[in-house]
């Protein structure tokens, strides 16, 4: 009898157990309700357009808020949003942006020209934003429909840049006051809107039906953080996910799989080797031309990214950015040139090189392990020191580094590159430029002159002589340009994947 | 008893000001700011230095810990994340039941499974019975959690398509959060149950009450097992600390928001309030786990709560 309980119960708790279980079922549920199930790598820090730079916040924020133009990320034009148009004066100071009207938020406000105005000056303020705003002097809101910008001096970067500048809705904003960022608002004007925000565990979207585009296909978005990829992968296969950026280790078997849709996209990004001058023997040009001939670019990227990444010659991607030259100074896999610069050097018979800096975990490490393995073929020995992402930015700033591996996401325009250059940015101390050693001055002049012209031709010409420059020094070397791995359920439709940022406003379901 | 509890009580004090010094000063030391952190590699100085002074980071060293401490004390007030914005104490408030949850199951799990394994492992040594178990507890308690975690996602999410592999929707989600960090320790236990168990059995004690006709099954549930458990409890209460605020490659793998994340990624953009506040919070945690396994030795060992008696009479 006894027993004969401890099955019952047994078989009870089993029953209970396996109810409890399952996926969240999506088979039976129709079109029009159906959840979009998405993850990002961390979880959201802040419901803010204006309080962050992080990739994955925007991932979220680009579904609920809106900038004037976005800057489609494959070709590198500029979608109306929030603005219909504009017009820019004669000497290249004074934007005039004509706004959208009928353009509602998500808590019933109508958009008006002062909410545009209290969101660039909101952005001025605002030390996480406010570089995209740089060179803008003044924002003014004439009448409903216009909103005048203007700039200390001529800036052809400006509408990439306020490409991420995103309008909120001054009411919303202000009732919230401290708080905003923190919680769920209705600032927004996307085709989503916050339903639920539990920051660090999930958040929620629906389509938002005022939108003024048309309400969009999938009604609703549910986010999840999931920081591992393996996890991340494992969450899609089993259905908890219908779309997914996916590791490049396991592109071929989901290619192969009848059940997913699948699309490979180079994106905007650029993986490099930065090469300390500071440093001997690595202030001696010879040797960091040696090394640039050396670098076989292929390996790196079989290596590092299993060949589906592109092989770079350029460290802007010349047809998704505005500006970009695609001529000019490259270096490519040649040992006898290699060797000749060595021999020409002060260290003919090879020498140390010193370390390679790199943030452990990621495809970074591996391309430093084929670049140590480049260098050695030439006769140049190296150490390869991992550390955490946070230890490796900062010694580089500092100095601390004789070679680094890594890379950097350019926003649409050439002129992003400038500020990984130009002496006014830290970031540029990868590279100390200022000193007696290059004439940074007139790079400096190049970057000013570049982004002082508004003719396309014109700043191409500008900055093929400012991208032969710095490639002249053998400082910054571009390896390849990444690819996004997407992959998605077959339910859904997803017409294009961008690099970086989703446009869910474009998906459907099947 | 209680004066013991009240002055263990009170040693947190210096514990939590002692701490969250320590911590400061680690978080101090490690090189770059906190506006460098958050802004990336592309950014201006002066855009660096605004977010800085924005976030109070610019003010010197002790002007910045006794403005902390005295937020934390007088108001209860663990500060602002410089990364969110929010409150510290609610981000904690948030993570803690995850991660008291994780560990509080996951020790439950490795005890069911570690202690009664363990004590038949002694009781039948050198036998099959003893053979099997200590070389399957040797095997998992030197395999890393997120690894038996991978596993069991592998056949229980992908395989079965039984539990959603990441996420805290229902009490699901924690069963292979709880049987990662489990097994693992169940080995551990194991161990530990049967060499504790082993020295207790030959115990004169054990001998004599076998002798006045106790039967084996008394011999070894009712006199020997309560003295075998005090470091079985002590090694628990151990690792549940550790599991507090260390299981962070388990809450990565199964998108657990836990403690652990919570100040790996503080660390990582010198987020001091989620550091220290953090932190503290673990230490008290802890604190009062190691209280809770030296009172909890009064209830299992009659000797130790004489003694408490004994003290009480003299006073």
């Known amino acids: 009898m006894k027993k004969i309980n401890v099955t019952v119960a047994l078989l009870l708790v089993f029953s209970m157990f396996f109810a409890a279980c399952g996926q969240d079922g999506t088979g039976d549920v129709s079109s029009e309700d159906r959840t979009l199930r998405l993850s990002t790598r961390a979880p959201m820090t802040t ?94 809101a004439e009448g409903d429909g216009t909103v005048i910008v203007t700039l200390d001096q001529p800036n052809a970067a400006l509408l990439s840049n306020l490409a991420f500048v995103f309008i909120v809705n001054k009411r919303e904003v202000t009732e919230q006051g401290e708080e905003f960022g923190t919680k769920l608002n209705l600032a927004g004007t996307g085709p989503f809107r916050f339903t639920y925000l539990v920051h660090d565990i999930e958040w929620r979207l629906e389509a938002f039906p005022d939108y ?96 589906l990444a592109e092989n770079a010659n350029f460290m802007v991607h010349p047809d998704k950015n505005v500006g970009a030259p695609s001529e000019g100074v490259t270096y490519n896999l040649d040992l006898d040139k290699a060797r000749e610069y060595l021999a020409k050097s002060a260290y003919p018979n090879g020498t140390h090189v010193g370390t390679i800096n790199v943030s452990a975990g990621g495809y970074f490490e591996r391309m ?34 004789d070679i680094m591996t890594t890379g950097f996401s350019p926003n649409g325009d050439f002129d992003s590159w400038k500020m990984y250059c130009h002496t006014d940015f ?81 998906w459907s379901w099947k | 008893m209680h004066r013991f509890i009240i002055r263990r009580l009170l040693m947190l004090i210096p514990i939590v000001l002692g701490v969250s010094l320590l911590i400061f000063m680690i978080i101090d030391m490690i090189p770059g700011d906190p506006g460098s952190m958050l802004l990336g590699a592309g950014a201006r100085q002066e855009d660096i230095d605004m977010l800085n002074e924005e976030l ?55 005890l069911i499974v570690g202690v009664p394994i363990g004590v038949l492992s002694a009781v039948k040594q050198n036998t099959l019975a003893d053979r099997i178990p200590t070389g399957l507890a040797l095997l998992l308690s030197s395999q890393p959690g997120f690894l038996i975690g991978i596993v069991l996602m592998l056949i229980f999410s992908l395989r079965l398509n039984l539990i959603t592999p990441h996420g805290i929707a229902n009490w699901t989600n924690y069963i292979m959060p709880m049987v990662s960090l489990g097994l693992p320790n169940a080995g551990r236990q194991l161990r ?23 039967t084996e099954r008394t011999a070894i549930w009712r006199h020997a097992m309560k003295n075998a458990l005090l470091p079985v409890i002590t090694i628990a209460g151990n690792n549940f600390g550790v599991l507090i605020g260390g299981a962070i490659a388990t809450e990565t793998l199964f998108g657990l928001p836990g403690l652990g994340s919570f100040i790996v990624t503080g660390i990582r953009s010198k987020d001091v309030p989620v550091v220290t506040g953090g932190i503290i919070v673990f230490a008290i945690i802890f604190a009062l786990v190691m209280l809770a396994v030296d009172v909890s030795y009064a209830f299992v060992d009659p000797r130790i709560r004489a003694k408490y008696i004994r003290r009480k009479g003299l006073a």
């Open chain 1, 47 to 140: 419901s803010d357009p204006h309080g962050t730079i992080n990739i994955e916040d925007l991932m979220v924020m680009r579904q609920v808020y809106e900038p004037l133009f976005r800057q489609n990320e494959l070709t590198g034009e500029f979608v109306p949003l929030v603005a219909t148009d504009h017009a820019i004066s004669g000497d290249g100071t004074v934007y005039t942006f004509t706004i959208r009207q009928g353009v509602k938020f998500h808590n019933g406000d109508e958009l008006t020209a002062e909410d545009v105005e209290f969101s660039l000056q909101r952005a001025m303020n605002s030390p996480r934003v406010r570089s995209y705003m740089a060179g803008v002097a003044d924002v003014r």
């Open chain 1, 212 to 307: 003024h585009q048309g309400e969009a296909d999938i009604k609703n978005i549910h986010y999840v953080p999931i920081a591992d990829l393996a996890a991340a992968l494992i969450a899609f296969e089993s259905g908890s996910l219908d779309w997914l950026i996916a590791p490049i280790a396991n592109w071929d078997g989901l290619v192969a799989n009848p059940a997913f849709n699948t699309e490979l996209s180079i994106g905007n990004h650029i993986s490099y080797a930065v090469l300390n001058h500071l440093n001997p023997p690595l202030d001696d040009i010879n040797v960091r031309l040696a090394i640039a001939h050396a670098i076989d670019k292929q390996a790196m990227n079989l290596i590092a990214f299993d060949g």
């Open chain 1, 368 to 401: 430093a392990q084929v670049l140590q393995d480049n260098l050695m073929a030439i006769g140049l020995t190296s150490d390869i020191n991992r550390m955490d992402s946070a230890s490796n930015l900062e010694r580089g700033r500092n100095q601390q580094f």
């Open chain 1, 426 to 506: 830290r970031g540029t101390f990868y590279n100390q430029y200022e000193g007696d050693v290059f004439d940074w001055e007139h790079m400096n002049y190049l970057w000013a002159k570049g982004v002082s012209v508004a003719d396309v031709a014109e700043r191409e010409a500008i900055y093929r002589e400012l991208n032969d420059w710095i490639m002249g020094t053998a400082t910054q070397l571009p390896i390849f340009h990444r690819a996004g791995a997407y992959v998605w359920t077959a339910a859904l439709n997803v017409p294009v994947n961008y690099p970086n940022y989703p446009i869910v406003y474009e």
């Open chain 2, 56 to 110: 109070g980071y610019n003010q010197p060293f002790f002007r910045r810990y006794a403005n902390y401490m005295g937020n934390a004390i007088f108001r209860f007030d663990l500060g602002r994340s410089y990364a969110t914005k929010r409150p510290v104490l609610d981000e904690i408030g948030n993570r803690l039941p995850v991660s008291l949850i994780v560990a509080s199951s996951a020790i439950f799990f490795s």
């Open chain 2, 192 to 214: 530990f149950t049967r060499s504790s168990m082993l020295e207790t059995i030959r115990q004169d004690y054990v001998r004599t009450a076998r002798a006045k006709g106790a």
